[in-house]
């Protein structure tokens, strides 16, 4: 009877158990638990950013408290692992700060409306601000010299980029107006070529809070050309003659020095610069002659000046017309006559005035060779002075007719 009596006992136990847990976990509706920290998902954004031209103002994930209330059996199975939390970002027409409500989605084995819920906060904030896109300039200064026998060659410089595309809300984006880049060039003596972060600046100079601006690039690779540079005089190579020597002539280049830069080796090798050659007997006064000024390979005019002018005067010396009537002939063949169809030739002479003045026509030698000169031909005639005018020569050149032709023939009687 005992043994009875526990078992229906033990029975009875059990079954208010079981009565009391299903109560709890099913009829019972005041158990509730707070999930705190549940991300919010925000969904529409690309309606917000390519159909509206705007943009999201916030780095952060939007988090929000749940509290569900309902029977245990149903709230025990959300967590912060299966419930989401959606905001809908499509509804923001404009720029500006929103309040957005945002929905609960829960576990799909809980049933809907089986258990309740409040919201912390109920609503989130964003802040929105109208997209803008725009090319800046990118803008280099150069702080400091280079040592005193280099020299920068700034308007040689090259960047990679010369503009930078950026992103931003509209206002930050008005506000910018270059991509600016500082270059320290103290005590440089080889090329820049590296690269460098820019600081988005206004108008003024003034740094920009570029914090939700993106840009197309974060460095400028810059090249600026440093080099050494030396100063070397420019010069002509004179050819005597027409009684002009380089002794005798006056010779004023103008620029008498340039400027070059290039490498050291390049700039060793140079000592001074020759603009050409000039043959005096062509020249029959003071005049002024251009040259261009050409430099080697690798080595660049800092003087930046394409030519150079060279004033040539005669100050020693003097000219005066003579006539000759008289032409010697040398290397006639034999048995053959000279004759000269020019009768006379007026040609110029210049050398020391002194010289000059007491030269006397009958001085005056013209020399006609006529090896392999047959029939009528034009020859240039050799001026020859006596050898006490040391100074003289003819300016300019000649030619007489001659006419070569056979002896004539003794006839018998």
Avoid at 144 to 161: F, M, R, S
Avoid at 351 to 372: S, T
């Amino acid at each position: 009877m005992a043994n009875n009596k526990l078992v229906s006992f033990l029975l009875a136990v059990a079954i208010a158990l079981g009565l009391w847990l299903y109560v709890v976990s099913y009829i019972d509706t005041d158990y509730e638990q707070t999930i705190n920290n549940v991300p919010v998902g925000l969904e529409g954004k690309s309606i917000l950013t390519a159909e509206r031209g705007m943009m999201l103002l916030s780095e952060d994930e939007y988090r929000v408290s749940i509290t569900v209330s309902g029977n245990r059996h149903d709230v025990s199975k959300i967590n912060s692992g299966n419930i989401q939390v959606v905001a809908d970002l499509s509804k923001i027409e404009g720029p500006g700060e929103h309040k957005l409500t945002y929905n609960i989605i829960l576990p799909g084995d809980v049933p809907s409306g089986a258990v309740s819920y409040q919201k912390n906060p109920d609503r989130i904030t964003v802040e929105v601000a109208r997209k803008k896109t725009k090319e800046i300039p990118v803008a280099v200064t150069y702080l400091g010299d280079v040592p005193a026998d280099y020299i920068k060659d700034t308007a040689a410089a090259e960047l990679d980029h010369d503009y930078v595309e950026i992103s931003g809300p509209e206002e930050v984006v008005d506000r910018i107006a270059r991509a600016a880049i500082s270059i320290d060039c103290r005590d440089r003596t080889e090329s820049i070529y590296e690269s460098f972060r820019f600081e988005l600046q206004n108008e003024q100079g003034e740094p920009v809070d570029a914090g939700w601006i993106t840009t197309s690039v974060s460095e400028i690779k810059v090249y600026l050309p440093v080099s050494m540079v030396k100063k070397v005089p420019l010069n002509v190579t004179l050819v005597d003659g027409g009684g002009a020597t380089a002794k005798t002539t006056k010779l004023v280049v103008d620029p008498g020095v340039i400027s070059i830069s290039g490498s050291e080796t390049a700039l060793a090798a140079l000592e001074e610069l020759n603009l050409g050659t000039i043959d005096l007997a062509q020249i029959t006064q003071d005049q002024e002659l251009v040259f261009d000024i050409t430099l080697p390979e690798g080595v660049t005019n800092v003087t930046n000046l394409p030519t150079a002018k060279v004033s040539i005067s005669f100050p020693k010396l003097a000219t005066r017309e003579f006539t000759i009537t008289e032409f010697e002939p040398v290397n006639l063949a034999s048995g053959m006559v000279f004759e000269p169809l020019t009768k006379q030739l007026t040609i110029t002479v210049r050398g020391l005035k002194a010289e000059v003045q007491r030269l006397n026509a009958q001085d005056l030698i013209a020399q006609v060779d006529l090896a392999g000169v047959e029939n009528i031909s034009a020859v240039e005639p050799t001026i020859l002075f006596p050898k006490s005018y040391e100074s003289l020569g003819v300016l300019g050149s000649y030619s007489i007719s001659v006419q070569i032709t056979p002896e004539p023939t003794a006839t018998e009687g």
